[in-house]
């Protein structure tokens, strides 16, 4: 079954205000007053405008930096990189493929194996615990969501 991920005006009407100004609008949540920052259940992360899969719960770490980390994405074609030259700063700003949302930075500074850090807004994701995933359309990530003690 192939799924089609995009951005419609019906997902975007059903965004929060908060979410529709970190996806739409290229904003950041505040550090350690947001949701997933700490979130530690296994399952995966997906555009909370498309759908589409973007981060597994068994890849992410803590990088004390308040919003989620991961090392790297759970679909690497589902993830865009541009150069992001706000704020009086060279960074990498993350963006998914098919919502084109604002998804947040990635950083040179992770974890192995891969030394990169994905930064993410929690407003530009949905969380699918493991136990929903066949339901919600996404079993075949099931092996990758669990986590280590599950």
Known sequence: MTVSYKKTDEALQKLSPEQFAVTQQDHTEPPFRN???????????????????LFAASQKFDSACGWPSFFRPL???????KRDISHGMVRIEVRSRHGDSHLGHVFPDGPPPTGIRYCINPASMRFIPLDELEAEGYGQYREIA???DT
């Open 75 to 81: 679909e690497p074609d589902n993830i865009v990189e």
């Open 146 to 148: 669990e986590l280590p």
């Open 35 to 53: 949701q997933y920052w700490d979130h530690k259940e296994a399952g995966i992360y997906v555009d909370v405008v498309s759908g589409e899969p």
